[in-house]
């Protein structure tokens, strides 16, 4: 397909971790990244792998990449309610830049 | 190292009406890009620019314009506003075009 494609909602319980997915249009995509958006607020860079990556870990954040599948997975540990927000793929490649429609991340207590 | 700043944080329009939004940078960024945000259609990609040129064009009509100074700081330009043009309009910046982005908190323009 040509869109970035994300589930649009996702659940959890304060604790659980979190598995956000998406998958993306070009398997020569260069960077993959994924942004937090917070209500009211502009997007954060939160983390972004290289393609040639198969994982990356940051803190409590884990990137997995299946480049086969063009498929780009988010895993957020031991998810606060400060972690309820909308989260965004996104490709890039060269001067273009493309972004899913965003999960929105629901944390009950 | 201060963050992207977009001003104004809020503005209302009517009809008709023409606006400029405007967009500093991080500082050494040079390239500075524009997006639409609404809840039907996600994000838009407007324009980028990088050290005074537009390199890419997303596709919105001409009334969307923009420009981007020697310093780095840009302006978007709607002229003849639609009530289809409120949104949340986001800048982002970075070092080269359309790599780690960072973006400010967004103009929330709503067209009356």
């Known amino acids: 397909g040509e869109?970035?494609?994300q589930s649009l909602f996702l659940s959890v319980r304060e604790g659980d971790s979190s598995v956000i997915n998406c998958t993306y249009t070009d398997s020569s995509s260069t960077y993959l990244y994924w942004y937090k958006q917070e209500p009211g607020a502009g997007l954060q860079l939160l983390t972004y792998i290289f393609s040639n990556m198969d994982m990356k870990q940051d803190q409590r954040l884990t990137v997995l990449l299946n480049k086969?599948?063009?498929h780009l997975s988010l895993r957020i540990a031991d998810t606060q309610t400060g972690d309820s927000a909308i989260y965004f793929c996104a490709e890039s490649k060269g001067n273009d830049m493309r972004f899913g429609a965003g999960t929105r991340l629901t944390v009950k207590p | 190292k201060a963050g992207v700043t977009q001003t104004p944080r809020y503005l209302i329009k009517t009809r008709g009406q023409q606006v400029t939004l405007s967009c500093s940078p991080i500082s050494g960024h040079r390239s500075v890009s524009w997006?639409?945000?609404?809840?039907g259609q996600g994000l838009q990609f407007l324009f980028e620019y990088f050290s005074e040129t537009q390199r890419n064009k997303g596709n919105f009509p001409g009334r969307f314009s923009g420009r981007q100074f020697s310093n780095s700081r840009s302006e978007m330009n709607v002229s003849t506003l639609e009530l289809g043009d409120s949104a949340l309009y986001l800048c982002a910046s970075s070092l080269e075009a359309n790599e780690k982005l960072f973006?400010?908190?967004g103009t929330q323009l709503s067209v009356l």
């Open chain 1, 3 to 5: 869109d970035v494609e």
């Open chain 1, 68 to 70: 086969k599948d063009k």
């Open chain 2, 35 to 39: 997006y639409q945000q609404t809840p």
């Open chain 2, 103 to 105: 973006f400010g908190s």
